[in-house]
């Protein structure tokens, strides 16, 4: 007990000796925290610029996939295609070819008949002064 009690002494007598720092100890301090500040904040940044950028075209890609489902959902004849849409900060083009038959050979030797369109979904959007895009293809066959 007696040295834990003697180490404690000894450690506020060191500590009420201190004096303090020096206006130069403090000045090189802060100059170094400034320094060292500058590549976090550059990280900070660029992490938010990148974390912008994904939003943006996790948008686009949940836009185009819902054009998909609805066009995949409607009658196969349905018209009005091409189609451009604007939407907030975007802009929704999608194009459905007219139907092709295409012959398509079966593992089992037989050969299938299929009616084929080919839908097209394009998303557009601006980003650091520029236009971005993103495509989505698909086939829908009629049935």
Not at 18 to 27: C, F, I, M, S, W
Not at 93 to 111: A, L, Q, Y
């Amino acid at each position: 007990m007696g040295v834990v009690s003697w180490r404690f002494a000894g450690l506020v007598s060191v500590l009420r000796k201190e004096e303090g720092l020096t206006l130069a100890e403090l000045l090189v301090t802060v100059a170094l925290l400034g320094v060292l500040m500058i590549p976090v904040f550059n990280l900070l940044l660029s992490g938010s610029s990148y974390l912008d950028r994904a939003g943006s075209r996790t948008e686009a890609v949940n836009l185009a996939r819902e054009k998909m489902e609805e066009i995949k959902a409607g009658a196969p004849g349905q018209g009005g295609f091409p189609e451009v849409e604007e939407l907030e900060g975007y802009r929704r083009e999608t194009k459905v070819s007219s139907p092709r038959e295409k012959e398509v050979t079966r593992e089992s030797g037989g050969v299938l008949l299929l009616t084929l369109r080919e839908v097209e979904v394009e998303v557009f959007w601006e980003e650091e002064n520029r236009e971005r895009s993103l495509k989505m293809e698909s086939f829908l066959a009629e049935r």
